[in-house]
């Protein structure tokens, strides 16, 4: 590739934040073949995953500059010639640190090595240090995919994530009492925010092994270690114990997602016409509409409609107490859930309204 | 009830072991208020599992003289004369322990203070402390639960599970790879071997609470504490993490155990036909058959012919490596799962062999 990245570059203030990347072979066929079919499998799965070829689209790979971004960037910039797709990095600078800049400022070196754009947003998010942060930072850097995704025809949004991380999903999704097919963790492809996730399979061992054998080093994040976050507990906590049990739990883990991903087509393509397509106010079901359903259909039309309504997780519990209070043909009930939606449950069906709806 | 369940009863060598009864009411009624909610929770539970009232079946309450069993036992002493069923408590003397002898006296005479009969076995199983005993002390409670079921008309094995063990069992079946719908966990019912879990949705703290209010006590497994085994692992060291993450996460078992049993409904009533009942031999599925199916029921399709055709846990990653394969055209191959049986793939559809045969 262009430039010879194991030269030093000047980086006040962020030395240890900022290792420097070594030059590295320009093509996939100069790779070593473990690398080669690192980023092959890459390639195949996304195919795959997507049902088409990558030929024609714009991926734009979200680059934070850890091991899973660097490691995916590099694979795509490789893939890039075969597969005729563009690319480039996408940045967001969130401004929790105070080596975030200097970080976003690695970032866009790193790039300009590959010769890649390097998109960059910055924010200034406050952080208090709980984990209110998380989910505002989450927040902040979907919205930046979605819009930088909105601009561009055939736009793909490549994230990092890996198998490692799945397991962690499928562990907090446990935790919290997420239904199934929810509970089987993040999806490979979520098509209508054009986000696609190329390593959900690929265990963190391999990845830092692709860059170990590079001799490409990356940022650590830190933060990993705070247990202040849920996530990390999971990761640093949990997580080993059961991975002391079953060493081949990230295969359970990836078993689980392709078998709750194929469920949750199956349920979506059978209440296709069961819900409104987006509804914006009060979707009224008859019970005799509900009494044509059986109870794991029933539920998942609920879960359906809820999400349609707004966000704010549905906690099956809820779908559960609702559903039993119509089958015993109660009187009327309020069933709240998170983000202020509400279930009314009567003889006659049930009722749900969207935040801040009266009922 | 008859007899003054406190007065001391001779026991040599087995004091710490069995702890004495204390007088208790004789009827439902004269039960504290919350005592008898307990009791009726559990009738009700019951009858709403069975679909039926329990007048006229004779339950076998399988009882070890630990809270749970002792919990459920007298509940349903106390339920027997309103709900109409005939009450024998089982106890199997597995030999495992040096006080195992005094423990089948202790719930000898328990049950004798209760007018109820106990019907015993002794067995020798040896005891080499891993985990292989723990599986074949368990095959041989079953078998004589079965024995005694099969005696019996309209008999029904109670069992004491909680709403702990059903949390454990899904973290247990999570990490060995289980899929969906077994990953929620025991039943409250088997049809097939008329086996019941009344108090499956009841946390331990609340058996042991209704125990305490009662002034009884109960006998104490030592070897709950001993972490060769994998649930004892699960129940020490994983599930208290859990629960300080989220304390409502027996909750969130229950309502899992829900889902995934109104699941097993759907898929079981889908798939009917799908499978031979009772298949002793090789059974051959047309990759015609396949193509009609969604890979969620292919999936469950396999699974309920791997049940038929003899014991062995399914792994999941096995369906879905055998499912692709037949997907992806490929030639035969062979998929070994364990207890000896087979799949074997190819273009023309799948087969699979019970442990022995030859493929």
Chains 1, 2 share one sequence.
């Not at 997507?50 to 091991?67: C, M, V």
């Not at 390593?199 to 933060?223: C, H, K, N, Q």
Request: charged share 25%; aromatic share 6%; with cysteine.
């Amino acid at each position: 590739m262009s430039g010879d990245l194991r030269k030093p570059q000047p980086d006040p203030g962020a030395s240890r934040a900022c290792p420097q990347p070594p030059s590295l072979p320009e093509k996939l066929q100069d790779l070593a073949p473990a690398q080669a079919r690192f980023c092959l499998g890459i390639l195949r799965g996304m195919e795959k995953t997507l049902e088409r070829p990558l030929k024609g689209s714009t991926i734009f790979a979200a680059f934070s500059g850890g091991a899973d971004s660097t490691s995916l960037l590099l694979a795509l910039r490789w893939l890039r010639p075969k597969a005729g797709f563009a690319l480039h990095a996408l940045h967001l600078d969130h401004g929790l640190r105070p080596s975030s800049a200097a970080e976003a400022e690695y970032c866009r070196k790193f790039c300009s090595e590959l010769g890649l754009e390097c998109l960059t947003q910055s924010l200034n998010l406050k952080n208090e240090g709980t984990s209110g942060v998380e989910e505002r930072a989450r927040k902040a850097r979907y919205a930046f995919f979605a819009e930088k995704a909105a601009q561009t025809p055939n736009a793909l949004i490549a994230l990092g994530h890996n198998c490692n991380d799945l397991a962690e999903d499928i562990l907090m999704r446990l935790i919290r009492g997420t239904g199934w097919p929810g509970l089987s963790g993040m999806r490979a492809y979520d098509r209508r925010r054009a986000l696609i996730r190329p390593m959900l399979g690929t265990p963190r061992t391999r990845i830092e092994g692709f860059l170990a054998g590079l001799g490409v080093t990356w940022l650590r994040d830190e933060s990993n270690l705070n247990r202040t976050f849920f996530r990390n507990r999971v990761r640093l906590d949990i997580l080993p114990l059961i991975l002391r049990e079953n060493p081949s739990f990230l295969e359970a883990a990836a078993g689980l997602r392709l078998l709750g991903g194929a469920d949750e087509e199956y349920f979506a393509a059978l209440l296709a016409d069961a819900a409104p397509q987006d509804p914006k106010q009060t979707v009224f079901v008859s019970g005799q509409r509900l009494a044509g359903l059986h109870k794991a259909l029933r539920l998942r039309l609920y879960k359906k409609i809820l999400d349609a309504l707004g966000p704010g997780q549905t906690r099956l519990a809820t779908l559960l107490e609702a559903d039993a209070a119509w089958l015993a043909g109660k009187g009327p009930a309020e069933h709240l859930l998170p983000g202020g939606k509400k279930i009314r449950t009567e003889k006659r069906g049930l009722s749900f309204f969207a935040a801040g709806e009266i009922p």
